[in-house]
Structure formats: C-alpha cells, structure tokens
C-alpha cells in the first residue's frame, strides 16, 4: 500500500477521538507506548464447512509475538475501502483468496499495552469471511495456523483468556456467537 506518491512505505489512518481521519503515519513509525488512535480490522476466516481459521502471530512480530489470534488482522491503506483491505491483507498475509465478506462489529474499538510497554490503540472493525483457496501463509507474519470449532474456541477464550490476543478476547467478548458467513445468513456482504 502507498502513501499516494512513489513510496511503497505502509502507512496507516490516523483517527480523532471521535473516529474521523485526521492524517497519517508511516506504520513503522506508529506502534509505540504513546501510539495514537488509527484505523485497523479484523478478520474471522470459515472454510466453506464451517471451521475457523486461527493464527499464531510469528515469534518475530513487534506485538503479542507467538500468541494465538483470529484468522488475521490489518491496516486499511490510504483511501482503501475496508472489504478492499481485507481481501488484500488476506492475501499478503495469508496468500488466500475470500469471499462473503460480512462486518460484525463494525464499531468495535480497542487498546491495549503489549509485555513490552507498546501500545496498540484502534478502531478495529470486525469481519467474518469464506476461504476460496488453499493457505499459503507467511512466515513473517504467522508462525503456525489451525481450523477450530468456533464454540470450541470461544469456551477456550472464556477459560484462558492469556493464551490469545486481547483483541480476539474482547471481539468474541463481544459477539453473540461467533459463525461463518454461510451460517448466519444475516447481513449483507461487505
């Protein structure tokens, strides 16, 4: 993703208190202690039986290194709409291709301070979506993936909130119930 000139640097939406864009940052440069409110999201992935797709953050990660987490996660680009976003993030980071892209909790907002003191502080829509493809996930990026039951997973997060993401463990905190695109049949796709 591009900042609109000739860089290929990440950058992500900085935000108001009141969740509007107000600049933006090189992604490098934004996750800190002080780091300020931006724009992210969240993916729950389903195969097209139903189980979901969970990650483990690559041990190389700045934040939450090694810890379980939903299918994955991102930083819309400058001017990216959001299913844009996440259709591209899937395929950065997970080398898959999706569909029936559906928000479930499109206000969702969060913050939370990492072992290491940096802070993650973001307007994070959630999105469920169905995998099209085979997984070809990166290294950097995710270290081992697993399908689960998504009543399983959140019975786990309910017992042993510490093995998983905070952010995952506010989502699914959150969420009535946690199901693939094909078995709620409510909403539109994104």
Known sequence: ?????????????????????????????VHTADTPLHLGFSCYLFDPAGQLLLTRRALTKQTWPGVWTNSFCGHPGLDEELPD????????????????????????????????????????????AVLTSELDPVHAEVSEFMWADAPALQRAVTDVPFAFSPWMVEQLAEMDRLESPRQSGAGAPA
Do not use: Q, W
């Not at 290929?8 to 208190?17: A, D, F, N, R, Y």
């Not at 969060?110 to 993650?120: F, K, L, P, T």
């Open 1 to 29: 993703m591009t900042s609109g000139s000739s860089s290929t640097e990440e950058h992500v939406v900085l935000l108001s208190e009141a969740g509007v864009p107000v600049g933006s940052a090189p992604k490098a440069t």
């Open 85 to 128: 976003a996440v259709r591209r993030r899937a395929r950065e980071e997970l080398g898959a291709e999706l569909t029936e892209i559906r928000a479930v909790l499109p206000d969702f907002r969060y913050r939370a301070v990492d072992a290491s003191g940096v802070v993650e502080n973001e307007i994070c829509p959630v999105f469920t």
